[in-house]
């Protein structure tokens, strides 16, 4: 987090100074930004969910390559059970609505992907040295009060001469309105992100209920 803040500092400093140079006199806005920072190779997006106490987001990915599952991956529960852990800095202690972040950041051969939710970070890197052509994108007019796991983001790609690579004419094909198994069998690699609120009924089954009852609520955040 340290380095991604200083990241902006060091961008905001730059744009600045180049700003002032120039005879135009219209600001920067947030659409500037994200299309600089993606030109830099970083992509994020937030989203922001209801929650009432005890509950917690889980989020998850599904890593698809040519059109076959390779990967599967529950980021707060495989963590816990990797590692041996317990914790519940996650689970909410009062109804709230608390911003889940998802940053994206393609360094030579690698995609690294962040992921800062209430109370927990982390962070994975997947192969991308295949890729050819690849963009990111976010499901819209997603239910934040929604109980059901659905998609909220997905990362797609074609690989250098591939089949699809050829057949597409070296274009990456538009993923809106795609259903998942459409977008499975459109790319040469995907990785589609889920969202799925665990109830308090649920979430005390998974840690038990005397280590469920201490909980410590993440401050909401915009």
């Known amino acids: 987090m340290k380095q991604l803040k200083i990241i902006f500092v060091l961008m905001f400093s730059s744009l600045l100074s180049f700003g002032q140079e120039l005879n135009n006199d219209y600001k920067i806005d947030s ?46 529960e495989d963590f816990q059970k990797e590692n041996d852990l317990q914790f519940n800095h996650h689970h909410c202690s009062k109804d709230s609505t608390l911003f889940h972040r998802f940053y994206f950041f393609e360094e030579r051969d690698s995609l690294k992907m962040k992921q800062v939710l209430p109370g927990f970070a982390t962070f994975q890197k997947i192969d991308i040295s295949k890729i050819g052509i690849s963009n990111l994108a976010a499901r819209t007019n997603i239910d934040v009060s ?66 469920y009852n201490n909980i410590t609520c993440p401050i909401p955040s915009n």
Do not use: H
Request: aromatic share 16%; glycine share 6%.
């Open 31 to 76: 659409e500037d930004l994200v299309n600089i920072f993606k030109e830099q190779g970083i992509n994020f997006f937030k989203f922001p969910f209801e929650l009432a106490k005890g509950e917690y987001i889980s989020i998850s990915y599904n890593i698809y390559e040519y059109g076959k599952l390779i990967e599967q991956r529950n980021v707060i």
């Open 146 to 211: 929604s109980p059901i796991k659905r998609e909220i983001l997905f990362y797609y790609a074609l690989y250098d001469n591939s089949a699809k690579m050829k057949e597409n004419e070296g274009w990456l094909p538009c993923p809106t309105g795609k259903s998942n198994d459409k977008l499975i069998n459109s790319y040469d690699l995907l990785v589609i992100f889920f969202a799925e609120r665990i109830s308090a009924e649920r979430a005390k089954s998974l840690l038990g209920e005397d280590f």
